[in-house]
């Protein structure tokens, strides 16, 4: 049974940095596309970034310049960092794994950007 478990949430003042982790399990980690998405305060869930199996990484306009998506195929994880956080990047951060139609997704981790 797939499991995504992420860390590294907490409170961050703005113009400061993150970084998530998410560690994978009952997966083949290294076919799965792996993205992170977020769902801020009475906001839909959207889309952060996205690395594919060949590690080619896309980014949300929102994000683009301030996040960096990268994989550990040998260790199973995905890291997201960003910088120079904004109050509007306030949200709860998930991992997703998503491979040939077939999605898992982690419990989310909540990231406070506080000004």
């Not at 998410?22 to 869930?45: D, H, L």
């Not at 996205?50 to 040998?74: E, F, L, P, Q, W």
Request: contains cysteine; glycine residues 12%; proline residues 2%.
């Amino acid at each position: 049974q797939a499991q995504l478990v992420e860390s590294g949430g907490g409170l961050v003042q703005a113009g400061g940095s993150l970084r998530l982790s998410c560690e994978a399990s009952g997966i083949v980690f290294a076919f799965n596309t792996m993205s992170w998405y977020r769902q801020g305060p009475g906001k839909q869930r959207e889309l952060v970034a996205t690395i594919s199996t060949d590690g080619i990484a896309d980014y949300a306009d929102s994000v683009k310049g301030r996040a960096t998506i990268s994989r550990d195929n040998a260790k199973n994880t995905v890291e997201l960092r960003m910088n120079s956080l904004k109050p509007e990047d306030t949200a709860v951060y998930y991992c997703s794994a998503l491979r040939s139609g077939h999605s898992a997704w982690g419990q989310g981790t909540q990231v406070t950007v506080v000004s």
